[in-house]
């Protein structure tokens, strides 16, 4: 019965590859294993190059690779792990996502793997491991690179208007008026995805009661969102609503579309507080946008009076390869053959480095110089590595129904259909503990 | 209306009918049969099964009575998509009925350049939902939508992020691509009207609109009972379409059953909620098509056909 099943799923999953997929289980009588990751260009790519790199050095231990769709990814490996048939390396985002997979005894623990090879531990930021680690335990291998999330604006239109970028709270407040009074929004945002609106939270709470308040509501401690400083966080962002401080439409704005992005480099909004990967697809969308050096960013403003640290960040501390627990032994060695050679080898940093993103290796910066987004990079890698807290996105961190909860009343809250007090009783209902 | 060679065909395929009924060809329907109890009634056991357990989606399958079902109830979000899901519903169909009845009518006719514009009309047919809904989010989009292409600022409206638009957008949109599927359901029924009915009427002196009331819209009542079955009991099922275009928002205003379940299930991985809302879903299913069949005076196989 497994055996028709698999190839009907392997089949289900793109015409394309399955010819690849099927060689490979073929030459599985040995040790081939599989590879499941996300499309979307540049990272498809580089994903792709570092499988083409290993097949081509390792002849007897094949991997086959397939790429999915971001979205279309999410369920497809939840199905596959639920039905026994996800592939030997499975992508991930860490944190929640990974606990779901860990408690379902789904993906291997790598803990006693990392210790006897430390030289692949020690490699990576300490800073990425945390999201890979749960109950203590390591269950995935950090790749890629790191993801802060930026408060980027638009300098031509500061100009235009004739006003310097915010450092405070209290400057991003007083400047909504003034972006207003020209036609000109001072935020884009793409609320329709919902974490898009949640990265405004995710910094307010660190900058007015620091990375306290929501760690305490991540470890399920009693009424944690009624925190006085959460409250005075989520007032905050209705106040800015209140104030037109977005896009008119942003609930019906896209962040997959990148249409948040046009409104910024179109010079329709002001500021936007998005995700550093955001910058490539700037580039290569926005025309003279980045190139011409009409692109500023910043750290999230401090808030007058708050308690959290204005170095801290919050975003992806990493991407997350782990191995199914349900593998054969002769395919787990390869992948982790794989995570030893291949991942992050000097030619993938060096790629990473080219679209414009820092990969979570030790001394990444010294690539930094030749690049002709220098000047972004080392603001990237000041921002990850002087971070006092890197903390992870919270949709990621949290287990996928809480996670789903959140962005439910997130986006309530910036339609203003509720109060903060309820988003706090709302929130508290799913993650007391 | 020359459709007489199309009417006089009528009485005889329906008399072919009888003499098959006489023997017992029942083995027909097995192949049906089949594909019906493998992906229809299966599934829909194990659905009744999940909706009693808990489970994530990767792990074990627990049973767990009737928790799912007390969270399911007990949430104030199923009655809300209900009403949004019962709102769609009925909106779509009283938009859409009418407007598939008169294209219907219109098409039935067999001038040329009516052949020549139903072509045109079943264009939205032939489109995948989720292609027509991109295609809708990018022409109603705030600040690069059509409104701002063709400096029409009344087109510029907040769409699909002010609740009450959102929703008349879903409804406009679904309307959109399922009219031509109805008005093609009307069009053949309209052509199995007698010519001799609307001629009867002529001789006695009956207008344009006297014939439509009395003759076509009474004739085609058990088309229009057919075809709002298939739409209010489709428009329980929609999500492709919504799913695409507003993704349930803003906040939860178009978020209607289908996505509900959707969102519970493999979004916040409470498999067994989802299931409850599915059988939810199957069941006012299930009680609509009993109701229209009411509607339809119980007997759906008597004719209208004349002599009957």
Same mark, same amino acid.
């Given at each position: 019965?497994?055996?028709?099943?698999?190839?009907?799923?392997?089949?289900?999953?793109?015409?394309?590859?399955?010819?690849?997929?099927?060689?490979?289980?073929?030459?599985?009588?040995?040790?081939? &294993?599989?590879?499941?990751?996300?499309?979307?260009?540049?990272?498809?790519?580089?994903?792709?190059?570092?499988?083409?790199?290993?097949?081509?050095?390792?002849?007897?231990?094949?991997?086959? /690779?397939? &790429?999915?769709?971001?979205?279309?990814?999410?369920?497809?490996?939840?199905?596959?792990?639920?039905?026994?048939?996800?592939?030997?390396?499975?992508?991930?985002?860490?944190?929640?996502?990974?606990?779901?997979?860990?408690?379902?005894?789904?993906?291997?623990?790598?803990?006693?793997?990392?210790?006897? !090879?430390?030289?692949?531990?020690?490699?990576?930021?300490?800073?990425?491991?945390?999201?890979?680690?749960?109950?203590?335990?390591?269950?995935?291998?950090?790749?890629?690179?790191?993801?802060?999330?930026?408060?980027?604006? !638009?300098?031509?239109?500061?100009?235009?208007?004739?006003? /310097?970028?915010?450092?405070?709270?209290?400057?991003?407040?007083?400047?909504?008026?003034?972006?207003?009074? /020209?036609?000109?929004?001072?935020?884009?945002?793409?609320?329709?995805?919902?974490?898009?609106?949640?990265?405004?939270?995710?910094?307010?709470?660190?900058?007015? =009661?620091?990375?306290?308040?929501?760690?305490?509501?991540?470890?399920?401690?009693?009424?944690?969102?009624?925190?006085?400083?959460?409250?005075?966080?989520?007032?905050?962002?209705?106040?800015?609503?209140?104030?037109?401080?977005?896009?008119?439409?942003?609930?019906?704005?896209?962040?997959?579309?990148?249409?948040?992005?046009?409104?910024?480099?179109?010079?329709?909004?002001?500021?936007?507080?998005?995700?550093?990967?955001?910058?490539?697809?700037?580039?290569?969308? =926005?025309?003279?946008?980045?190139?011409?050096?009409?692109?500023?960013?910043?750290?999230?403003?401090?808030?007058?009076?708050?308690?959290?640290?204005?170095?801290?960040?919050?975003? !992806?501390?990493?991407?997350?390869?782990?191995?199914?627990?349900?593998?054969?032994?002769?395919?787990?060695?390869?992948?982790?053959?794989?995570?030893?050679?291949?991942?992050?080898?000097?030619?993938?940093?060096?790629?990473?480095?080219?679209?414009?993103?820092?990969?979570?290796?030790?001394?990444?910066?010294?690539?930094?110089?030749?690049?002709?987004?220098?000047?972004?990079?080392?603001?990237?890698?000041?921002?990850?590595?002087?971070?006092?807290?890197?903390?992870?996105?919270?949709?990621?961190?949290?287990?996928?129904?809480?996670?789903?909860?959140?962005?439910?009343?997130?986006?309530?809250?910036?339609?203003?259909?509720?109060?903060?007090? /309820?988003?706090?009783? !709302?929130?508290?209902?799913?993650?007391?503990? | 209306?020359?459709?007489?060679?199309?009417?006089?065909?009528?009485?005889?395929?329906?008399?072919?009918?009888?003499?098959?009924?006489?023997?017992?060809?029942?083995?027909?329907?097995?192949?049906?049969?089949?594909?019906?109890?493998?992906?229809?009634?299966?599934?829909?056991?194990?659905?009744?099964?999940?909706?009693?357990?808990?489970?994530?989606?990767?792990?074990?399958?627990?049973?767990?009575?009737?928790?799912?079902?007390?969270?399911?109830?007990?949430? +104030?979000?199923? +009655?809300?998509?209900?009403?949004?899901?019962?709102?769609?519903?009925? *909106?779509?169909?009283?938009?859409?009925?009418?407007?598939?009845?008169?294209?219907?009518?219109?098409?039935?006719?067999?001038?040329?350049?009516?052949?020549?514009?139903?072509?045109?009309?079943?264009?939205?047919?032939?489109?995948?939902?989720?292609?027509?809904?991109?295609?809708?989010?990018?022409?109603?989009?705030?600040?690069?939508?059509?409104?701002?292409? *063709?400096?029409? +600022?009344?087109?510029?409206?907040?769409?699909?992020?002010?609740?009450?638009?959102?929703?008349?957008?879903?409804?406009?949109?679904?309307?959109?691509?399922?009219?031509?599927?109805?008005?093609?359901?009307?069009?053949?029924?309209?052509?199995?009207?007698?010519?001799?009915?609307?001629?009867?009427?002529?001789?006695?002196?009956?207008?344009?609109?006297?014939?439509?009331?009395?003759?076509?819209?009474?004739?085609?009542?058990?088309?229009?009972?057919?075809?709002?079955?298939?739409?209010?009991?489709?428009?329980?099922?929609?999500?492709?379409?919504?799913?695409?275009?507003?993704?349930?928002? +803003?906040?939860?205003?178009?978020?209607?059953?289908?996505?509900?379940?959707?969102?519970?299930?493999?979004?916040?991985?409470?498999?067994?909620?989802?299931?409850?809302?599915?059988?939810?879903?199957?069941?006012?299913?299930?009680?609509?098509?009993?109701?229209?069949?009411?509607?339809?005076?119980?007997?759906?196989?008597?004719?209208?056909?004349?002599?009957?």
């Amino acid at each position: 019965m497994g055996v028709p099943l698999a190839g009907a799923l392997a089949a289900c999953g793109s015409s394309g590859p399955s010819s690849s997929t099927s060689s490979g289980s073929a030459a599985a009588a040995g040790s081939g &294993a599989s590879y499941w990751y996300l499309t979307g260009q540049p990272g498809e790519g580089i994903r792709k190059g570092a499988v083409d790199r290993f097949n081509a050095a390792n002849a007897s231990t094949q991997i086959a /690779q397939t &790429a999915f769709q971001n979205d279309a990814y999410k369920t497809k490996i939840k199905t596959a792990l639920g039905a026994g048939q996800a592939p030997t390396i499975i992508w991930g985002w860490g944190g929640g996502g990974l606990k779901s997979w860990v408690d379902a005894s789904q993906v291997e623990d790598l803990t006693s793997w990392f210790s006897s !090879n430390s030289a692949v531990k020690d490699k990576l930021f300490p800073s990425s491991f945390g999201a890979a680690t749960v109950g203590g335990k390591i269950y995935a291998m950090p790749c890629e690179t790191v993801q802060p999330i930026v408060l980027y604006y !638009n300098k031509s239109v500061f100009d235009k208007v004739g006003v /310097q970028p915010p450092t405070s709270w209290d400057d991003i407040m007083a400047l909504v008026p003034k972006f207003n009074a /020209q036609g000109i929004a001072p935020f884009s945002l793409g609320g329709q995805s919902r974490w898009t609106n949640m990265m405004w939270l995710e910094f307010l709470f660190d900058r007015i =009661g620091g990375p306290e308040v929501f760690q305490a509501a991540f470890e399920g401690k009693k009424d944690a969102w009624s925190n006085p400083d959460a409250i005075t966080a989520l007032t905050k962002v209705q106040d800015l609503v209140k104030a037109n401080g977005f896009i008119k439409g942003f609930s019906s704005i896209t962040a997959d579309s990148n249409a948040d992005q046009a409104l910024l480099y179109t010079g329709k909004a002001a500021m936007m507080l998005h995700g550093a990967w955001t910058y490539g697809s700037m580039k290569s969308d =926005g025309g003279d946008f980045v190139k011409g050096g009409h692109l500023g960013w910043m750290n999230f403003p401090p808030v007058a009076g708050g308690k959290g640290d204005p170095t801290n960040t919050v975003g !992806n501390p990493g991407q997350y390869l782990s191995i199914s627990s349900k593998a054969t032994a002769a395919e787990k060695e390869t992948a982790k053959k794989f995570f030893t050679t291949g991942v992050l080898d000097s030619t993938e940093v060096k790629a990473w480095i080219d679209t414009g993103s820092i990969p979570i290796v030790k001394g990444a910066d010294s690539n930094i110089g030749s690049s002709e987004d220098a000047e972004w990079l080392k603001f990237l890698y000041g921002v990850s590595s002087n971070a006092k807290v890197f903390a992870q996105s919270w949709d990621q961190a949290l287990p996928p129904s809480a996670a789903e909860t959140l962005l439910d009343n997130i986006a309530k809250l910036f339609q203003l259909s509720i109060s903060p007090e /309820q988003f706090a009783t !709302n929130l508290n209902a799913v993650t007391n503990s | 209306m020359t459709a007489t060679s199309v009417g006089s065909a009528g009485p005889a395929p329906s008399r072919s009918a009888k003499s098959v009924h006489g023997r017992s060809l029942g083995w027909l329907a097995v192949p049906a049969l089949v594909f019906f109890v493998a992906f229809g009634v299966i599934p829909l056991i194990g659905v009744l099964f999940l909706s009693f357990t808990t489970w994530d989606g990767i792990g074990e399958v627990v049973p767990s009575g009737l928790t799912s079902w007390k969270s399911v109830l007990s949430d +104030p979000g199923l +009655p809300h998509a209900m009403w949004v899901t019962f709102q769609v519903a009925a *909106l779509s169909w009283l938009f859409q009925t009418p407007m598939s009845i008169l294209l219907g009518v219109f098409l039935a006719g067999a001038q040329k350049y009516r052949a020549f514009l139903a072509v045109l009309y079943f264009i939205p047919l032939l489109l995948s939902s989720a292609a027509i809904a991109i295609t809708f989010k990018a022409l109603l989009d705030p600040n690069f939508g059509i409104g701002t292409g *063709l400096g029409l +600022p009344f087109m510029s409206q907040d769409w699909l992020g002010e609740p009450k638009l959102a929703l008349g957008v879903v409804v406009f949109v679904v309307s959109w691509q399922f009219i031509p599927f109805h008005s093609l359901i009307y069009q053949g029924a309209v052509r199995q009207i007698p010519t001799s009915m609307y001629e009867a009427a002529q001789i006695d002196g009956a207008g344009r609109m006297r014939q439509f009331f009395s003759i076509t819209l009474p004739q085609l009542k058990n088309t229009i009972i057919t075809s709002s079955t298939l739409m209010v009991v489709g428009s329980l099922t929609f999500f492709d379409l919504i799913y695409v275009l507003t993704a349930g928002g +803003p906040a939860d205003a178009t978020r209607v059953l289908a996505l509900d379940m959707y969102k519970r299930g493999f979004q916040a991985n409470l498999m067994g909620p989802a299931s409850a809302i599915g059988v939810i879903l199957v069941l006012v299913g299930l009680l609509l098509a009993l109701l229209f069949r009411r509607l339809g005076g119980g007997d759906q196989t008597a004719s209208q056909l004349e002599g009957a």
